[in-house]
């Protein structure tokens, strides 16, 4: 395989992949007298378009994706893209919306996301939405700044959050940046919420709790209703952390469940390609008793028109810039539509199909740390290879060999030497099946051939990478300064 | 339409094997007074073709792309060269994620590390985080990240920053022992200096200021800089027209201490606002507080070059409630958009597409001011945007201007109520003259 360099060692003088038409008003130089201006950009890239094509093509080709294959990282919800809603969502009439454009001229799109708010609400059992937060993380800040600015208006913000020890890591993080104290509520033997220390720790000084329902090891929480119950009782709000709506969008919903706050993300249930890393959105939804402090704008309708609405006096305020992410809401609303309420319901009954298949396959092979039955994923762990001296990153890393994504390592933190896997429920039995044999395999070598697993991955574009000393002595950046010398 | 994969025949196997006759068996740990007892009032399965036909209808009321527009503040029409959505098109750009796994994410990494150099490069910082959401969330995270490098309780802002940008701050720190202050602007339209002198103190975190900033006008960041420093304050500098780096100084040889912004203008479509592209930038000193992911060089067992995902410590998934920051993903596929975009268009290109935007700005300004009725509001140089006053009611202006189909700008009022008839300009390179002229005309026709 070709290695790829970085596009500055391919970089030369007079290359060019780009051209400016000609500069049709008269050019001033004293325009810019008094301005410190720069002569040169040290470093910055000139190559030509062949090379970018071939520079960015091959780079692509050493990335796995959903597009190539199987990729069943936990708690992602890693499920095919439809490629229509990317087409629909780069219309050069969306692509070229400017955001203050006046409201007038931008209906249709006031539109999209109205809808796409009220079908949100439909699907979760919630009051009203707002769209705006970039992402998952993004959406817990807003929904933990509501209730906090809930709270507040009633005379106390209080002091502590509630967060189960299954928790992502960024409940308490959001939490912490929002002025509250994080304690964290131990999981019962079931994987659950121990009610018992839930009702010890549940005071007057404890603003909400945060849940993940089914929880992260895939779990669903039976005792919600109870749970939301205690909450209430001392005034205290139920936020739900929705990153795994996937099992259960058109079975039950948090709604229902008397959760007062939750966030969604588009890029999870609702199909949005995850980009490598981002954009997302995060929208947060709300029971009607916190509407009044949703972020602004709010979009209103009044007749057929639809406008902004600034002007809410208990508002947290504004979280982002404009709407929020436009584009990828387009695409999940695309993708709502395109399912209707049965194809919704499917989603959740395959995806919970497909991992039950893959826990009952592999249930002999890897420690099932908790029992209990699992929805969209199911968390093994190491215990069993660890008495060959192999780790979950082994037997991650020997995966790659076989073509396969690996599942979510060392998450959740209740569980050692995690393995968290989430098919979702577009994958055909026969990926299903590739995943399960590999993992079989992987299993048989742990105990004959654990040197194998050690030095894995064997075929990938690199090999294990040392990523202590990327650590120790960080090369954040390539250095203009230091090639120069190299090459001279 | 349904993008499962399964067979009919595939799904009894798969039942039978899990023990099950029922899907709904699967569900049997929700307790049923929870489960749906009704189908939820959802619009009928949509197909492809009534995909494209309701997307069809929705943007058929989208009037705005008819007129000619000159609307900047915060969000730029530039011209995407193809093969940026070509290239970032890819499914193998679009469909993985988070480069947890680096053996299979070489291309993602090796892509977010040319992006941090590209971005170290213009901003002139020592090092660059992997993205973050938009500028308005950049800029409040460089408060956050000010306030725990220096503990300090007061943030001072310029009036002048993005209005969007100083409210989202102000959510961000309503509940962060932060006070934010306002700093006034000059005749000049820059920071009004004598204001920032008896404002800032030894209590003061950090100077945030936007350059070229709201009202278009290019801030003297050196000055301001020094003060910062005299105090032990931080210089934040916010670019949110990031084109301007491409011609002027870079912040970072004049003293910014951080450097944030919005780079939607490095060929991520306007998109109604949305999603774009938080970049930020600082000193190699701050490192251990920068928030976001930064990607790292490392090398593999056999010794070849490859990146990784590095520093995570500072990160929530490791360090939970004391992490820098709660943020988890960035903004990695618009980050690619801007990195393809920045490598096609080099060093010269982006010259030469900052040059004409100054020049096209300047030409429309000057151009615009021999109108009567109209007038230059500040005297300091600009970069692409530019305020104008009116001797008639804006609305008014606005409303004969729409009638000629042209949006001329944004009216300034609802954002400083001082600035009565005053209207915020942008021109870019995708204006050709004759557009210019056209607006010229039309403006000394609504004033006659």
Redesign the interface.
């Known amino acids: 395989m070709i290695?790829?360099p970085?596009?500055?060692e391919l970089s030369a003088k007079g290359?060019?992949?780009?051209?400016?038409q000609q500069?049709?008003?008269?050019?001033?130089k004293e325009?810019?007298e008094?301005?410190?201006?720069?002569n040169?950009?040290?470093?910055?890239?000139?190559?030509s378009?062949v090379e970018?094509?071939r520079?960015?093509?091959r780079?692509?080709?050493?990335?796995?994706?959903?597009?190539?294959g199987f990729?069943p990282?936990g708690s992602?919800t890693?499920?095919?893209?439809?490629k229509?809603n990317?087409k629909?969502a780069?219309?050069?009439?969306?692509?070229?919306?400017?955001?203050?454009?006046?409201q007038?001229?931008?209906?249709?799109?006031l539109?999209?996301l109205k809808r796409t708010e009220e079908?949100l609400a439909?699907?979760t059992g919630m009051d009203a939405f707002t769209l705006q937060p970039?992402?998952?993380?993004?959406g817990?800040?807003v929904g933990m700044?509501l209730i906090?600015a809930s709270h507040e208006e009633k005379g106390n913000?209080r002091k502590i959050v509630l967060i189960p020890d299954s928790a992502?890591?960024?409940n308490?993080?959001?939490?912490?940046?929002?002025?509250y104290q994080?304690r964290e509520i131990k999981s019962n033997e079931k994987g659950t919420i121990n009610v018992d220390d839930l009702s010890q720790n549940m005071t007057e000084d404890v603003a909400a709790l945060m849940i993940t329902n089914p929880n992260t090891l895939g779990?669903?929480e039976?005792e919600?209703?109870k749970i939301a119950y205690i909450v209430h009782a001392k005034g205290g709000f139920i936020y739900m952390d929705g990153a795994n709506m996937n099992a259960l969008a058109?079975?039950?919903?948090p709604g229902?469940?008397n959760v007062d706050v939750i966030h969604l993300n588009l890029h999870k249930t609702f199909?949005t390609?995850?980009?490598?890393?981002?954009?997302?959105a995060g929208p947060v939804g709300v029971k009607r008793k916190l509407e009044p402090f949703l972020?602004i704008p709010v979009i209103e309708r009044e007749g057929n028109q639809y406008f902004l609405d600034i002007d809410r006096p208990q508002s947290?305020?504004?979280?982002?810039?404009?709407?929020?992410?436009?584009?990828?809401i387009?695409k999940s609303l695309?993708y709502?539509?395109?399912?209707?309420?049965?194809?919704?319901k499917?989603?959740s009954?395959?995806a919970?199909?497909?991992s039950?298949?893959i826990r009952?396959?592999l249930e002999k092979d890897y420690y099932l740390k908790y029992e209990?039955?699992t929805?969209h994923e199911c968390v093994f762990s190491d215990k069993f290879q660890r008495e060959y001296g192999i780790q979950n990153i082994d037997i991650?890393?020997r995966l790659?060999d076989f073509g396969l994504?690996?599942p979510?390592?060392s998450?959740p933190l209740i569980v050692h030497g995690a393995l968290m896997i989430e098919p979702t429920?577009?994958?055909?039995?026969r990926?299903l099946d590739l995943f399960i044999g590999a993992m079989k395999q992987i299993a048989k070598e742990a105990k004959e051939d654990p040197k194998i697993l050690k030095?894995a991955?064997h075929i990938?574009?690199?090999?294990?990478?040392?990523?202590t000393?990327?650590?120790r002595n960080?090369?954040?950046?390539?250095d203009?300064q230091t090639d120069k010398v190299k090459k001279e | 339409?349904?993008?499962?994969?399964?067979?009919d025949k595939?799904?009894k196997?798969?039942?039978k094997?899990?023990?099950i006759s029922s899907?709904e068996e699967?569900?049997?740990?929700?307790?049923e007074?929870?489960?749906?007892k009704n189908?939820?009032?959802?619009?009928?399965?949509?197909?492809?073709q009534?995909?494209?036909c309701?997307?069809g209808k929705?943007?058929?009321?989208?009037?705005?792309?008819e007129?000619l527009?000159f609307?900047g503040?915060?969000?730029y029409?530039h011209y995407i060269?193809f093969?940026v959505?070509?290239?970032s098109?890819?499914?193998?750009?679009?469909?993985?994620?988070?480069?947890?796994?680096?053996?299979?994410?070489?291309?993602?990494l090796?892509?977010i590390?040319?992006y941090?150099?590209?971005i170290?490069?213009?901003t002139g910082m020592d090092?660059?985080n992997?993205?973050l959401?938009?500028?308005?969330?950049g800029a409040a995270e460089a408060v956050?990240m000010a306030y725990r490098i220096k503990g300090k309780p007061k943030v001072l802002m310029a009036k002048t920053l993005?209005p969007?940008?100083k409210?989202?701050i102000?959510?961000?720190v309503?509940?962060?022992p932060i006070e934010t202050e306002e700093i006034d602007y000059s005749s000049a339209g820059r920071i009004d200096f004598e204001n920032l002198s008896q404002k800032i103190d030894e209590e003061t975190s950090a100077v945030v200021f936007q350059s070229p900033n709201f009202i278009g006008v290019?801030e003297n960041?050196?000055k301001i800089s020094t003060l910062s420093h005299k105090h032990q304050a931080l210089s934040v500098v916010v670019v949110a027209e990031p084109i301007s780096?491409?011609?002027?100084?870079?912040p970072g040889?004049?003293g910014a201490d951080i450097v944030t912004g919005?780079a939607q203008s490095f060929g991520i479509?306007?998109?109604?606002?949305?999603?774009?592209l938080g970049f930020m930038a600082c000193s190699r000193g701050f490192?251990r507080q920068l928030p976001g992911?930064?990607?790292?060089?490392?090398?593999?067992?056999?010794g070849?070059?490859?990146?990784?995902l590095?520093?995570?410590?500072r990160?929530?998934?490791?360090?939970?409630?004391?992490?820098t920051?709660?943020?988890?993903?960035?903004?990695?596929?618009?980050a690619?958009r801007a990195t393809?975009f920045?490598?096609?268009?080099?060093?010269?290109?982006?010259?030469?597409?900052a040059?004409?935007n100054?020049?096209?700005a300047?030409?429309a300004l000057e151009k615009l001011c021999y109108v009567k009725g109209v007038k230059k509001k500040f005297t300091g140089?600009v970069f692409n945007e530019f305020v104008l006053q009116f001797s008639r009611e804006w609305t008014e202006v606005e409303n004969f201007l729409?009638k000629k189909n042209i949006?001329a700008a944004?009216g300034l009022e609802k954002y400083y109520p001082e600035l009565k008839n005053c209207a915020l300009f942008c021109i870019t390179?995708v204006h050709?003259?004759e557009d210019?002229d056209t607006l010229v005309e039309a403006i000394d026709e609504s004033l006659r």
């Not at chain 2, 780096?245 to 870079?250: D, F, M, N, P, W």
């Open positions: 290695r790829e970085l596009i500055f290359k060019k992949a780009f051209s400016l500069l049709d008003v008269p050019s001033k325009i810019l008094n301005i410190p201006t720069r040169d950009i040290e470093g910055f890239p000139q190559v378009e970018i094509v520079h960015f093509t780079l692509s080709q050493t990335n796995h994706c959903v597009d190539i990729y990282l992602c890693m499920k095919y893209s439809p229509i990317e629909l780069s219309s050069p009439d969306f692509m070229l919306s400017h955001p203050l454009a006046p007038d001229l931008i209906q249709g799109n539109e999209i079908l439909e699907t970039s992402a998952g993380a993004q817990e800040l700044m906090r913000p992502h890591g960024t308490p993080s959001s939490a912490h940046i929002c002025g994080v779990v669903f039976d919600i209703k058109g079975i039950c919903r229902d469940m199909s390609p995850h980009g490598g890393g981002g954009p997302g972020p947290i305020g504004r979280v982002r810039s404009f709407f929020g992410n436009f584009a990828v387009v695309a709502i539509l395109s399912l209707g309420f049965e194809g919704l499917e989603i009954e395959i919970v199909l497909n039950n298949y009952k396959s209990s039955p929805l991650a890393k790659i994504h690996p979510t390592m998450f429920e577009t994958e055909s039995k990926d030095s991955p990938s574009y690199v090999r294990r990478l040392d990523e000393s990327a650590a960080p090369i954040l950046k390539w203009y | 339409m349904s993008y499962i994969s399964l067979s595939d799904k196997e798969m039942m094997a899990i023990g899907l699967l569900f049997s740990s929700i307790p007074e929870l489960k749906l189908a939820l009032r959802l619009p009928q399965a949509h197909t492809e009534e995909l494209m309701y997307f929705a943007r058929s009321k989208n009037k705005y792309s007129y527009s609307i503040g915060g969000a029409n060269p093969i959505d070509y290239l098109s890819r499914g193998e750009f679009l469909t993985p994620y988070t480069p947890y796994q680096p053996e299979l994410s070489q291309g993602t090796q892509i590390f040319e941090q150099t590209v170290s490069q213009l090092i660059s992997a993205s959401y938009d500028g308005a969330s956050l993005h969007q940008y409210e989202v102000k959510t961000y309503r509940n962060v290019i960041i050196k780096l491409g011609i002027l100084e870079a040889k004049l919005e479509p306007l998109n109604f606002g949305g999603p774009y490192l992911r930064i990607a790292g060089q490392t090398t593999d067992v056999e070849r070059k490859g990146f990784v590095t520093l995570s410590t990160e929530q998934h490791i360090r939970r409630e004391r992490a920051s709660n943020i988890c993903t960035n903004q990695a596929w618009c690619l393809i920045l490598e096609t268009i080099g060093k010269e290109g982006l010259k030469e597409v040059w004409h100054i020049q096209k300047n030409y140089t729409r949006i944004l390179e050709k003259k210019i």
